[in-house]
């Protein structure tokens, strides 16, 4: 393992703006200016890092309440950080000791509250990067994929879902170089616990989320110069998620996570960074690599 090291911006949505490891930056970065200047109901911008996306990806608010607000001190150590919003709080603590990063949070509210949580990570990966899941997992493609497909798009649905990694046909572990397409995924299966590990030549970064009583899953926007309309660019977010929908509103039973009558739910996340052997390839094996 190589140490990891973070930063955040916590005036800006606690939004991680570095995540390095031996001399590599892993978070993708785009010159956004606009980014610095939201407020709280503005469409999303787009400007790369790591955003904290919750109480939904999609729909309103663009992303979620809580990457236009910012989020303040909630420890003496500096450590932990809060962001409250209109119907919850969140609380963020970030401890790198190990040489991982391990990210604790807890979201307070009322019970019953329903909500998607998404770390919204934009990874630097070049044309040969390649995404690895666990096996016997599930992918659910959503409308913009409809083009890609070689298959019509079933009147009115929601999402279609088929086996990783090829829902549809499409292989969705080659973060490859850009052919105009963008296709969001997500991909569950994995009980409480899901990881996705990114390898990009002989360096990977290994995400795990752990959720007890919640839906656990990993999202994929895997936008290969296919997005935005009239100024495209390449971009990979590799993205630890609760729930199985980017719109909360398209949430049913068991799509998202949902607040337990003592008024909290708390995950973890750990991220990790390795150098590989040369010549290693971990194509086909049977779950992520250790």
Sequence with gaps: MIPLAVQVDAGHGGRWTSLRSGGREWLWH?????????????????????????????????????????????????????????????????????????????????PGFRFVWAGHALLDLSEQAFLQLGRNLQARLFPEAGPYLGQAWPDGADWIEENWPAPAGLRLEDLGPADGSAVGAVIYGAGTAATAVVHDGPDRLRMTLQAAGQPVSVALWRNLGGFPRGRPYRSIGVEPMLGRVFDLAQAGEGDCAVTPAAGEVRWRLTVTAYHQKEGADYRGSSGPAA
Excluded at 34 to 57: K, M, N, W
Excluded at 62 to 71: E, V
């Design 30 to 110: 785009r010159d956004e200016p606009q980014r610095a200047h939201v407020i709280p109901g503005d469409a999303f911008v787009d400007a790369g890092g790591f955003e904290e996306c919750v109480p939904t990806v999609r729909g309103f608010p663009d992303h979620g309440d809580a990457w236009s607000r910012a989020w303040n001190v909630a420890d003496d150590a500096g450590l932990a950080h809060v962001v409250r919003c209109p119907h919850f709080e969140l609380t963020r603590s970030i401890d790198v000791r190990t040489g991982a990063v391990v990210a604790e949070y807890r979201l307070t509210a009322e």
